[in-house]
């Protein structure tokens, strides 16, 4: 079938009247004829769009009439212009005014004409609200989206299909150092170092060629030549016809993050005060050289180091001084390995060297020589200089052991054996360590099932007033006499029991045992007229720091209706360095109550006198070692004076230990001091033993005085 032939201008003209009514009647747009101001003639669509019918518009109302007031100048101008031939034809927007007073958004298209003779426009005008909405709708969106991305404080960017950057907002024009007017139309090779670029380039391809999402971590170069840790956030984005457009893409600054767990990973793993790798990264580092010379057949040798003396200098110079030694402590021991081994602290003043390849003792003996040579020498400190040495103990794989665990463990047992061998030395690992150890285990395990079965008893040890010779009070003393062993030496138990935390519970068995005596001896001394009789119960500092037993202790007290005045409490020297607030709290608490407090073995320590009177102490106990040579040596004697006044000034007591002969009781004696305790007098009893000793002709006599 043929395609219909364009019709002729004549036939056109011929059906004119037809084609104008129907264009003149149609319901979609709107027509009209405006001459000398006035509506000669509207159609139904556009009376209906203003809210009128066509007879109350043609004829009365004027374009203006139905022109929003913010638009009637364009109107006007626009009218003017081809009313006077300036212009043929004008289209242009506006707001009409509807009649009741609303507004609708129209488009209108106008011709000048002559109609009547006269100047005339005949025109269309359309009603475009829906689409001037939708536009606005649009642009709205539009705005937000572009202000939402300016104001993410993340730099974005676009890309076209190309690479090209098509735009950026305000955050990555300041991360990059380039403005986005500089950087639309240009790649990644234009603004990023060459590797870097490349890197950029391959992945914006990969994402090219399979469209999506694409998440990966990088790095960004700042304008100073910098380079900041980033993660992309990239995503494609389609064409309106469905073909890729490109890329948009979020840069996340991950530097602080990484910074953040990287120092989080080196806290975990390292020391924080000497840097050193810590107890796990060094296990980690031994089990990771265990498995490599299992897989080859090689040795290593571990080597476990005690700082000797290094309380004494803790304690006396502070624990910033004692901080700057263990720092200088494990410079000098790096120093003194290859860059292979691994230097660890383990904590408080013990270190570990890990030696691995090294099948030759001499060269084992060699570090270690070494090590101790570089730690024997001064450690300047803020005051005055200060010299530790060190103890060390060698165990190697697979001779000595093959797991980490076991090899710690005989690597520390070697050390001890340092220690005991005087110091400043090192000693290898041997299997009579290990029987030792053994025998401490087994100790440890018949401690317990001693505790258990109330196999501690307590022996006392009267401390008599020099003056007088009257027992005033009696040091409780733990005893074990175990089935098989026989009795067990409180030297050998009692640090035991501090190692495995038994000491509580030892302590505990001590006190109600003494509590009671105590008890009974004072309502003895209050029905004979006898003078009262103070029972001494030693409370170690471990007992101090953890533990609630100091409220267990008074209110067992109450309990048996024993006045705390009744007992005394022996603390080391230690305990008063110890600088934790809640030690002085507890020990306050119990001297609040009654308590006596007696520092037990003066002189022994590095006690700064403010401590005596901070802690209120009532009572000095002068030690056996300042005692023993009284009569003998000149500087014990001066000491032992010097004690005796010192505390006599401070409002205290002296209690001197360890007197054994009427020579060294004259010295104190005449030195002024209060009380004394020591074998001269007697050694320590089972309770019924004491009761005789103070019930003895009814009086103290028989007693040196």
């Not at 410079?331 to 030759?360: H, N, W």
């Not at 010779?469 to 175990?482: D, I, N, T, Y």
């Not at 360890?658 to 007697?682: N, P």
Request: charged fraction near 25%; glycine fraction near 10%.
């Amino acid at each position: 079938m043929d395609a219909p032939q364009p019709a002729p201008l004549a036939h056109l003209l011929n059906q004119a009247g037809e084609l104008l009514r129907g264009l003149l009647e149609n319901e979609l747009i709107g027509v009209y004829v405006i001459q000398n101001g006035r509506f000669r003639y509207v159609n139904g669509r556009l009376a209906e769009i203003f809210g009128y019918a066509p007879g109350e518009v043609a004829g009365h109302l004027g374009p203006l009439d139905l022109t929003a007031a913010g638009h009637r100048d364009l109107a006007r101008r626009e009218i003017d212009r081809r009313v006077d031939g300036g212009t043929v034809s004008a289209h242009y927007a506006f707001d009409g005014l509807r009649k009741d007073g609303g507004l609708v958004h129209v488009e209108v298209f106008g011709v000048r004409t002559t109609f009547d003779g006269h100047p005339a426009i005949i025109g269309m005008l359309m009603d475009i609200s829906d689409r001037r909405a939708a536009e606005r709708a649009a642009e709205e969106q539009l705005r937000f989206i572009g202000r939402l991305v300016e104001t993410i404080p993340n730099p974005v960017f676009y890309k076209d299909a190309e690479g090209r950057y098509l735009g950026c907002n305000q955050a990555f024009e300041q991360y990059i150092g380039i403005a986005r007017d500089e950087l639309v139309g240009r790649s990644v090779f234009d603004i990023s170092p060459p590797d870097l670029a490349a890197r950029y380039h391959a992945a914006d391809q990969a994402l090219f060629d399979k469209p999506g999402t694409q998440t990966y971590e990088a790095s960004v170069a700042w304008p100073d030549g910098s380079r900041r840790d980033v993660v992309f956030y990239k995503a494609t984005f389609d064409k309106a016809d469905g073909s890729l457009g490109g890329l948009v893409g979020v840069i996340l600054d991950i530097t602080e993050r990484k910074r953040t767990e990287e120092l989080v990973w080196r806290q975990a793993n390292h020391d924080l005060l000497t840097g050193l790798p810590n107890r796990r990264l060094f296990r980690d580092r031994l089990e990771h050289e265990l498995r490599t010379a299992h897989r080859h057949g090689d040795t290593l040798a571990l080597l476990f180091i005690d700082l000797d003396r290094f309380k004494e200098v803790n304690d006396a110079h502070g624990h910033d001084a004692g901080d700057q030694l263990l720092v200088e402590a494990g410079r000098r021991i790096r120093s003194c390995v290859r860059e292979s081994d691994t230097v660890g602290r383990l904590g408080g003043d013990e270190f570990t060297v890990l030696l691995p390849g090294l099948d030759d003792p001499i060269h084992v003996e060699r570090i270690a020589e070494e090590i101790i040579q570089a730690l024997s020498g001064p450690i300047v400190l803020p005051n005055e200089p200060a010299y530790v040495s060190a103890s060390i103990g060698i165990a190697s794989y697979p001779q000595d052991a093959e797991r980490a665990e076991d090899l710690m463990k005989c690597a520390d047992q070697a050390m001890y054996a340092a220690k005991a061998n005087g110091r400043n030395r090192f000693s290898y690992f041997t299997p009579a360590l290990q029987q030792k150890a053994l025998e401490q285990l087994h100790l440890g395990n018949d401690l317990r099932a001693a505790l258990a079965a109330g196999q501690i008893g307590v022996h006392y040890q009267p401390i008599v007033e020099l003056a007088t010779g009257r027992v005033v009070k009696a040091e409780a003393l733990a005893r074990w006499h175990h089935p098989l062993r026989g009795a067990v030496s409180p030297a050998q138990f009692i640090p035991v029991a501090e190692e495995i935390g038994l000491i509580h519970a030892l302590g505990d068995q001590v006190f109600r045992q003494a509590a009671a005596a105590a008890l009974r001896w004072y309502r003895d001394a209050a029905a004979s007229g006898r003078g009262p009789v103070k029972v001494s119960v030693n409370k170690s500092p471990r007992q101090f720091v953890t533990g609630s037993c100091h409220e267990d202790w008074l209110d067992h007290l109450t309990a048996i209706g024993l006045p705390a005045e009744a007992i005394v409490l022996e603390i080391t020297e230690s305990l008063l360095l110890d600088e934790r607030p809640e030690i002085r709290e507890k020990l306050m608490q119990m001297k609040e109550r009654g308590i006596e407090v007696s520092l037990d073995d003066f002189g022994t320590g590095y006690s700064a006198m403010a401590y005596l009177k901070r802690f209120d102490i009532d009572t000095l106990k002068i030690d056996q070692s300042f005692v023993r040579d009284l009569e003998t040596d000149e500087s014990d004697r001066a000491i032992a004076e010097a004690i005796i006044a010192m505390a006599h000034k401070l409002g205290m007591r002296v209690v001197a230990e360890g007197i054994e002969t009427r020579g060294q009781l004259d010295v104190l004696t005449r030195s002024g001091c209060d009380m004394g305790q020591g074998y001269l007098f007697a050694r320590p009893m089972a309770e019924a033993a004491f009761d005789d000793f103070l019930t003895r002709d009814g009086s103290p006599g028989g007693r040196p005085a």
